[in-house]
């Protein structure tokens, strides 16, 4: 008060920072989604593929039931967890926090167990060096750009922080939500 | 064991799986919903144990054909060459990348094998009424629900070599049947970890009074 310092300051308050790297994130999928993620080439013959190719390829030879889970843990998941991360962070800005942001919150846990953009990664990485026997291969920007993913989305999982905004939620009964610390204590 | 604390549920509380939020429901038996955000409150998860028997048995016999079928099949200038996953780490391991054949070995033979086990383990434990290690069989529900995913890597690998390796007539790679019956063990076991209910390890140990079913 006299020297104008900050006394306190809410722990998180409006979610700055997890919506700047889902904004982020959001634009390092699209290229991860649309740029190649690798090149081979063997006595003249060049082939490249994507995510989704990857995916589609199990399609056609007859592994469809692969090729959509393989689509589903690579994009999808991915994919859904970013859109819908995005949409509530927007949404929750606003006081009190409307109701159907719950409904999105519970989708995204499940989203976020069955995104495996790590794995996949790692995945890549040992066909690269099996292929890498019997034709050159090249990483594509979509490789680098899967590798800044995988750096992105644990920091957003770091960065939100949930429990917080379930607590400025609005109750489904129509209340509107008490101060924290009327809450029942955990 | 000494006394514990009371446990909510011993208090009459049921603490929401979503939101997390505690609440006191109106009736014992039928918790109702979460008033913040309209989750169905249940004291324990319902038919836990029958739903994570029946999965990891059936992953049990997914696990099978996962290993004895081909996960890839090599066409070179005509002749084609079957490779399983265990062909897969030897073939690593004999071409100098034995790191890597350690990976692949651990994450789609030991993992998906030792996930089984675990849970059986943990579902017999439940059943008996063990009360001791409940410390120690919490980390171990915690470390299954954890590495579970990095079994999919040896679908991502086959994934990708397929969809690259595609220079006819020269040299193509073909999924054999084998992928799929992996991908079933891992998706199986995932869907058992999530099924499996924690607290259930604890129920004996500090006993609830209005179990139900």
Known sequence: MRCGATLARQPSGPSDLPLALTVTAAIVFIIANTSPLMDLSAVG?????????????????????????????????????????????????????????????????????????????????????????????????????????????????????????????????????????????R | MTTAALTAAQAGLVSCEACKLVSRPASATEPGFCRRCGEQLEWRRHASIETTWALVIAAAICYIPANALPVLNTTTLGSSEPDTIMGGVVFLYTSGSWPLALVVLVASVMIPLGKIVALVYLLISVQRGSIKNGHERTRLYRMVEFIGRWSMLDVFVDTFTVALVQLQPLMSVAPGAGVLFFAAVVVLTMLAAEAFDPRLLWDSANPYPSRHG
């Open chain 1, 45 to 185: 013959r060049t082939a490249s593929t994507t995510i989704v190719g990857g995916a589609y390829q199990m399609w056609l030879e007859d592994e469809k039931i692969t090729g959509v889970l393989v689509a589903f843990c690579a994009v999808i998941a991915p994919g859904s967890y970013l859109a819908f991360m995005l949409t509530l962070l927007l949404a929750s800005r606003r006081s009190p926090a409307p109701f159907w942001i719950s409904e999105m919150l519970r989708w995204v846990e499940h989203f976020k167990t069955w995104s495996m953009l790590e794995v996949m990664l790692l995945g890549i990485l040992v066909a690269l060096i099996k292929i890498a026997e019997l034709a050159t291969v090249d990483p594509g920007i979509g490789m680098y750009a899967v590798g800044g993913l995988v750096l992105l989305i644990p920091a957003i999982l770091v960065t939100f922080d949930d429990r917080e905004l379930w607590q400025r939620l609005e109750w489904v009964d129509g209340e509107t939500p008490p101060p924290p610390d009327a809450e029942v204590s």
